[in-house]
């Protein structure tokens, strides 16, 4: 927690990228737990064949594992949510919310959005002239509740994040890591460093 605050800014929410076919439970529950411990609210995992989703309870017990594990006693601290669709998991009072998703969340979330809306439209209970930014946010159910993410940490030598949230991170900070496999506590908070460093311009 004392590096988290040691930085000029820390990301509210973290997206974790996986682009690497075998992607390691390990590994990226301990990502997970790292982003618990210097204070990151919101966490999202994504990998591009939908394998932690399917897996999402075996994902889950890691990090709960290495929640323990790292933590130790004070593991009481760093309480989580599990805000996923298909499974409800343990829900505690929350400090950080961690939600898994795959491509689906992605450019299929914004067709259903769309049509969502079109169907209000049908019903007159919206017109054509009401779409705007804060409304297909909201038509949006894969991030619900979530903020978009600021930074992004990608895995893998494929130099995209491939259809994880295109509508959410314009504004997103792109951070690429060789792999996630072994990854090390002082890899990721470098990331973190890189991050707090960069000034972000929003297009001007």
């Known amino acids: 927690r004392a590096d988290g ?6 990301p509210v929410h973290v997206g974790l990228v996986v682009t690497e076919e075998e992607p390691s439970y390990a590994d990226m529950a301990s990502l997970v737990v790292w982003c ?16 932690f989703k399917r897996n999402n309870s075996r994902l889950m017990d890691e990090i709960l594992k290495q929640q323990q594990e790292l933590l130790g006693l004070d593991c009481s601290k760093y309480t989580v949510e599990f ?40 019903q007159q209970q919206r017109t054509h ?17 979530f903020p978009d993410p600021d930074l ?27 792999s996630h496999l072994n990854i090390s506590y002082e890899d990721f908070f470098s990331a973190l460093h890189h991050y707090a460093a960069c000034e972000q311009r929003w297009g001007k």
């Open 83 to 122: 805000a996923n669709q298909d499974k409800t998991g343990p829900v505690l009072n929350c400090q950080s919310t961690i939600k898994v998703l795959s491509p689906e969340d992605g450019k299929a979330d914004i067709v259903k959005a769309a049509q969502n809306f079109c169907q209000l439209v049908a």
């Open 152 to 178: 992004v940490l990608k895995f893998g030598p494929v130099d995209s994040t491939l259809g994880f949230l295109p509508w959410h991170i314009r504004l997103t900070e792109i951070i690429s890591l060789p």
């Open 5 to 10: 605050r040691a930085l000029r800014k820390l």
């Open 129 to 145: 002239s009401d779409l705007d930014v804060n409304m297909l946010d909201n038509l949006l159910s894969s991030t619900n509740g």
């Open 36 to 51: 618990m411990a210097v204070g990151i609210s919101y966490v999202s995992v994504y990998d591009h064949n939908g394998i």
